[in-house]
């Protein structure tokens, strides 16, 4: 659970890093790639323990499928109340298609 609780932490601010800037278009690009790198320094002090404490209890790739869904997750959260976009069907079909992924890399064969 701990893991999951630090990926959560993380890919807020990974988003916020990536995405955020997006509402201030009219910013220097300069300062927003400053911006952003400040808070990604942020979002590595909770990847880089999820990562070390999760590999003790997944492999590399479920750690990364797990990340990945986390970020969907937020990230259709993110654009849905900040950004103000909305979460068209063929979204969240592909979504759906990346958890069925998902499935398949956690089954033990």
């Known amino acids: 659970m701990r893991t999951i609780v630090l990926l959560i932490f ?7 890093a990536w995405y955020g800037h997006l509402r201030y278009k009219n910013s220097p690009l300069g300062l927003a790639i400053l911006v952003s790198w ?18 003790s209890q997944f492999s590399a790739a479920q750690l990364k499928t797990i990340q990945e869904i ?11 109340v900040y950004l103000k976009e909305g979460l068209k069907w063929n ?6 298609m990346i958890i069925g992924a998902a499935i398949l890399i956690f089954k033990k064969w």
């Open 38 to 55: 400040l808070i990604a320094l942020v979002e590595y002090c909770f990847q880089v323990p999820a990562n070390r404490f999760g590999h």
């Open 91 to 96: 979204y969240l079909a592909g979504f759906l």
């Open 10 to 16: 993380s890919n807020i601010f990974m988003t916020i």
């Open 70 to 80: 986390i970020t969907l997750i937020i990230f259709s959260i993110f654009s849905v």
